[in-house]
C-alpha cells in the first residue's frame, strides 16, 4: 500500500472520515498529457541547496534544500516527457522593474518590496532554474497570480495541443501548484500531482495540501508511477513547437 508523505498529519478521525466519505478515489490520468512545471525558479530554489532559514536571507521565497531534491525528480520527469515527445509547459512570473503590477501580493509579505533589488548573485529571480531550464522545444507560459491558467494563454495551449490531461510539479504545494490543481479540474482536465516533484517552504502545508488536493481534484501519484505512466503515451503524438523563434532571440524567461 503506498505510503502517502500527509498520513503522520491526520487524525484517526480524518482517516475514518475519508474512508466512508469515497474521497481519495483513484481517476483514469488521461491519454494525451502534459507535464506542467510550476515556478521553479531562482527566487523560489535559491541559487544553491541550504537550509531554508538561511536560503530566505538573499531569497524571501526561498523553498531551501528540499527545492533541490524535487528539481531532481522534476527533471527526471522532463526527461522521459521529452523521450517521449510529450509537452511540457513551464510557468513563471512576470513584473514590471518597480513591482508595480505584484498588486495584492504585496498585500501579505512585509518583504515583498525587496524584489525590486535583486539579490548580488547575478540571478534573476524569476529565471527557471540552470538543471531543468526550458528547451527549444518547450513553452514557457507568465502569469502574476497563483493559478498557471489565470489571465494567461495556457488553455488555448492545451487545446492546441490536444490535451485531456495535466501532470502537475513544482511549487509551492499550498499555492501556485494548489492554484493550478484547482483551475485545471474546474476546467475538467484530468490532474496527476508527482508527489515528491513538488515542493512549498512549510512541511505541513505541503502534506495537508497534497491530501486536501488527492481527495478532491487529482490524483497524487509518485514520480515512479508517473514515469510508468508516460511509457504508456504512444510516442511522438503531440505537434510540438518546431523550436525556432521567429524574427528574433526568445525573450528573457521570469517567475514569482
Known amino acids: 500500500m503506498t505510503e502517502y508523505v500527509w498520513a503522520k498529519f491526520l487524525t484517526e478521525r480524518d482517516k475514518a472520515v475519508f474512508a466512508a466519505s469515497g474521497f481519495g478515489a483513484t481517476a483514469d490520468p488521461g491519454k ?3 507535464l506542467l512545471v510550476i515556478d521553479v525558479s531562482w527566487a523560489f530554489c535559491g541559487d544553491k541547496p541550504e537550509p531554508i532559514l538561511d536560503s530566505i536571507k538573499r ?3 526561498s523553498c531551501g534544500a528540499e527545492a533541490w531534491v524535487a528539481v ?3 527533471k527526471s520527469l522532463i526527461d522521459k516527457a521529452h523521450g517521449r515527445g510529450l509537452p511540457v509547459i513551464y510557468t513563471t512570473g512576470d513584473y514590471r522593474d518597480d513591482n508595480w503590477d505584484a498588486g495584492s501580493w504585496r498585500w501579505k509579505n512585509r518583504r515583498q518590496d525587496e524584489d525590486v533589488d535583486r539579490p548580488k548573485t547575478g540571478l534573476d529571480g524569476n529565471e527557471i532554474v ?3 531550464a526550458p528547451g527549444p522545444r518547450d513553452i514557457v507560459v507568465r502569469k502574476k497570480k497563483p493559478s498557471g491558467f489565470f489571465g494567461t494563454d495556457l488553455v488555448s495551449y492545451l487545446t492546441l495541443l490536444g490535451c485531456d490531461s495535466v501532470v502537475i510539479t513544482g511549487t509551492t504545494t499550498s499555492g501556485c501548484v494548489r492554484a493550478t490543481v484547482v483551475d485545471a479540474f474546474s476546467l475538467n482536465y484530468r490532474v ?3 508527489e515528491e516533484a513538488c515542493f512549498d517552504r512549510s512541511q505541513a502545508s505541503h502534506a495537508v495540501s497534497l491530501c486536501d488536493m488527492h481527495a478532491k481534484y487529482a490524483d497524487v501519484l509518485k514520480v515512479r508511477d508517473v514515469l510508468a505512466y508516460f511509457d504508456t503515451i504512444p510516442a511522438g503524438q503531440f505537434d510540438l513547437p518546431n523550436g525556432s523563434v521567429r524574427g528574433s532571440a526568445a525573450r528573457p524567461l521570469a517567475a514569482e
Do not use: G, K
Open 59 to 61: 531569497w524571501r521565497t
Open 72 to 74: 531532481d525528480h522534476i
Open 32 to 34: 494525451r498529457p502534459a
Open 130 to 132: 540552470a538543471p531543468i
Open 192 to 194: 496527476v500531482l508527482a
